[in-house]
C-alpha cells in the first residue's frame, strides 16, 4: 500500500516522556497504521558522506545531556532493515553503516507512533556536503520506497532557534509564526522552490533557522510530493516562542483511504 512522508517537530528529547505533542504522534500512529518499513532522516545524524543504517537491530542513541535518568533509561528496540537499507543505498549511492543507530530525533517520535516497536526503522544521514538543492534532488530518489510500502519520514523543526527560546514556555516570537506559516504556505501550494531557498521564504528567516540541520529534513519529506496529493498538518504550534512543533503529512494515512473506498 502506497505510504505518505511525514516530517515531525521533534523540539525537546523530554516529549519523549510524553505530553500534548506525544499524544498527537500516537493519533497520527492510529491513522497511519503499519508501514513495511520507514527510512527516517533526522537532523541529528550529520556527516560528511551518505550513509544509512543496515543493521538488524539499531542502537537506541541517547545523544543529549541534561536530562534525567528516566529520559536517558528509554530504549526503543524498533528492527532495523539490512534489506531496505541496501534498496536506499542503491537508490541513493548511500553506504551501508553500523556505526549509527536510532537517535532521539527518530525513537523520540517514533515511541509513540508505533509505540510496539515492531516497525523497521533505517535512518539516512545528513550529508553535509551539499546544499539544500542538492538534498531535494537527493531526496527524490527515495520516492519510489513509497509505492513498496514505506513510509518516508523527517524528523527536525522548521523553526529551532534555541539562543532565543523561552525555557518556561511563552508566546511564538512574531519572526517565528511567520516563518512557520511561510512554510506552510509553500508546502500547501506546492512551491518547492521556496522551500529550497528558504532565506527568501519571510523576513528574519534566519533567526529562525540559524543553522539549517533541522530545517533540511523537510526538503526530503517535501520532495515527495506527487501532484494533487494532499497536504496536512499536525502538533502545528511553537513552543518556548521560537521551536516550531508543526509537523506534517504528504498523502493519505492508510485510515483515510480506508474510509474513502
Do not use: C
Amino acid at each position: 500500500m502506497r505510504q505518505p512522508a511525514v516530517f515531525f517537530g521533534h523540539g525537546s528529547p523530554l516529549n519523549a516522556l510524553g505530553g500534548p505533542y506525544a499524544d498527537g504522534w500516537r493519533a497520527l500512529g492510529t491513522r497511519l497504521g503499519k508501514p513495511a518499513g520507514v527510512v527516517m532522516v533526522s537532523a541529528h545524524w550529520e556527516t560528511r558522506g551518505l550513509g544509512v543504517t543496515a543493521q538488524e537491530r539499531p542502537e537506541t542513541i541517547h545523544d543529549f545531556g541534561n536530562f534525567g535518568p528516566e529520559l536517558h533509561a528509554m530504549q526503543y528496540p524498533a528492527p532495523g532493515s539490512p534489506a531496505l537499507a541496501g534498496r536506499v543505498a542503491a537508490l541513493t549511492g548511500a553506504k551501508a553503516v553500523d556505526t549509527w543507530g536510532l537517535d532521539h530525533g527518530t525513537w523520540s517520535v517514533l515511541a509513540h507512533v508505533w509505540p510496539e516497536a515492531d516497525v523497521p526503522v533505517v535512518q539516512l544521514s545528513l550529508n553535509r556536503e551539499l546544499d539544500a538543492s542538492e538534498h531535494y534532488r537527493l531526496a527524490g530518489r527515495l520516492r519510489a520506497l513509497r509505492a513498496e510500502g514505506i513510509l518516508i519520514a523527517g524528523s527536525g523543526d522548521f523553526v529551532h532557534n534555541l539562543r532565543t527560546m523561552k525555557r518556561d514556555g511563552g508566546e511564538a516570537y512574531a519572526w517565528a509564526s511567520n516563518f512557520n506559516e511561510a512554510v506552510k504556505s509553500a508546502l500547501v501550494r506546492g512551491d518547492h522552490e521556496a522551500l529550497i531557498d528558504w532565506v527568501g521564504l519571510a523576513e528574519q528567516a534566519q533567526l529562525s533557522v540559524p543553522t539549517d540541520e533541522h530545517y533540511l529534513p523537510l526538503l526530503y519529506v517535501a520532495a515527495q510530493a506527487e501532484p494533487g496529493e494532499p497536504v496536512s498538518f499536525f502538533n502545528d504550534s511553537i513552543w518556548g516562542g521560537s521551536i516550531s512543533m508543526t509537523g506534517v503529512m504528504i498523502g493519505q494515512a492508510a485510515s483515510a483511504r480506508s474510509t474513502s473506498a
